[in-house]
């Protein structure tokens, strides 16, 4: 599985962006998906995962109510709406997939999850 984050640039506080991460192969509805984030000079934390067949999503408190996780099983495409941005939102943005997930489950670990994009800077400017 290769993954192909997308979507980063720079944005002023308040605005937003769509990231998107696309994966190659025909078993992208078999996995679990999730978006982790690194700031400079701090580890990955995890920002948001939703379940194979998108009935279940989870979000970090830090971005509840403000992104959004969505997936297109059609396209293996997975989205990460980031609306009302803040400065404290810099940072790559990561999508990781979890080939082992159960048809529901999600997991908010990144060692759970087998395969990583490259990942795509955010910049959010106050």
């Known amino acids: 599985v290769q993954l192909q984050a997308s979507g980063g640039g720079l944005v002023q506080a308040g605005g937003s962006l769509r990231l998107s991460c696309t994966t190659s192969?025909?078993?992208?509805?078999?996995?679990?998906m999730g978006w982790f984030r690194q700031a400079p000079g701090k580890e990955r934390e995890f920002v948001a995962a939703?379940?194979?067949?998108?009935?279940?999503?989870s979000y970090a408190d830090s971005v509840k109510g403000r992104f959004t996780i969505s997936r297109d099983n059609a396209k293996n495409t997975v989205y990460l709406q980031m609306n009302s941005l803040k400065p404290e939102d810099t940072a790559v943005y990561y999508c990781a997939a979890d080939s082992r997930a159960s048809t529901m489950s999600l997991s908010k670990s990144s060692s759970r999850y087998d395969y990583w994009g490259q990942g795509t800077l955010v910049t959010v400017s106050s």
């Open positions: 192969g025909r078993t992208f509805s078999s996995n679990a």
């Open positions: 939703i379940s194979r067949s998108g009935g279940t999503t």
